[in-house]
């Protein structure tokens, strides 16, 4: 498979990378990172072993990348406004689309501009930053949950094409896990999003701290049992078991700045339609309130106009 990479950061640089590095035919877009990637290429820092890629194709347009075969969506939600842009000079060649985004509706929003390509919604579990230009550290985890997304919202199933794009990533390193319904595996994910990228936000401080804080801790929990009550009125079942095995993760996560929290700290826009207000009307529109979680979405509203 020859893929276009469109974000190029911490997600998407360092997938992408993977994925030079295991042979295949990768072509990123990058905006302010452009000059100093095609001039030094780019880095990256691992546990699992550091690397660099001196050279790689590397593009300030989308109108320049020659056909692919997946375009991966990786840029921030708050850039979305950009996306029929973006997509619109690919999709001539009907590409599938990964949508590597958090938050509700994401592959719904692909899927309305590129309505002749099949269109997968991925959930990464991945601990990594982009450092500096052409330069991302990777911190730990890297799974991609996959499904494929149907137009309806009724579970796609699992594909022949779903575990081929699955193959490829695995070929470059990539642990995937296949999901039959992507809008649970997007409301599961919502159980780390919601509590953690918040939490760490407004009370300017890494997820050690909030799990080792029994009041931070104990407001996870609330988050992530309205996050449940939210998805079980849409009939997805998140158990218990799940939510204890969020907990699990982040105790052994160590010191980590959630992406939310580091765009705070950078003064750029941070993700709360998606990721929060999204989940807060859907739950609304079910009967069900989401207090905690709406406390936390209007403080980090507050954050965004400062």
Not at 258 to 270: A, C, F, G, T
């Amino acid at each position: 498979m020859r893929f276009a990479i469109v974000g190029s950061g911490a997600v998407g640089g360092y997938y992408g990378a993977l994925l030079v590095k295991a042979g295949f035919d990768v072509h990123f877009l990058f905006n302010s990172d452009y000059h100093h990637v095609e001039a030094n290429g780019l880095e990256v820092e691992s546990p699992n072993g550091n690397f660099s890629l001196p050279a790689v194709n590397a593009y300030d347009s989308t109108a320049g990348m020659p056909e692919v075969d997946v375009v991966v969506l990786a840029l921030k939600t708050t850039q979305n406004h950009l996306l029929k842009n973006l997509l619109t000079p690919l999709l001539k060649y009907k590409p599938e689309i990964l949508v590597l985004q958090n938050g509700l509706g994401v592959d719904r929003n692909a899927a309305e501009l590129a309505k002749e390509s099949i269109v997968y919604g991925g959930l990464c579990f991945l601990c990594s930053n982009k450092i500096g230009p052409g330069k991302i550290k990777h911190i730990d985890y890297g799974l991609i949950t996959l499904g494929q997304h149907y137009s309806n919202e009724v579970p796609a199933g699992i594909t022949d094409s779903l575990i081929q794009l699955s193959e490829n990533l695995n070929r470059a390193g990539i642990s995937t896990n296949l999901s039959d319904d992507i809008i649970l595996a997007r409301w599961q994910k919502l159980m780390w999003n919601i509590p953690f990228n918040g939490l760490c936000t407004v009370k300017d401080t890494t997820t050690d701290k909030i799990v080792e804080n029994r009041e931070t801790r104990n407001l996870a929990s609330l988050m992530m049992d309205e996050v449940t009550a939210a998805a079980a009125a849409h009939d997805k079942v998140i158990t218990k078991e799940f939510k204890e095995h969020i907990f699990f993760l982040t105790d052994n996560m160590g010191v980590y700045k959630p992406s939310m929290y580091l765009d705070y700290q950078h003064k750029r826009p941070m993700e709360v339609e998606e990721i929060y207000w999204r989940p807060i009307r859907a739950a609304k529109a079910k009967g069900i309130n989401m207090p905690v979680t709406k406390s936390i979405a209007e403080q980090i509203d507050g954050l965004n106009r400062t």
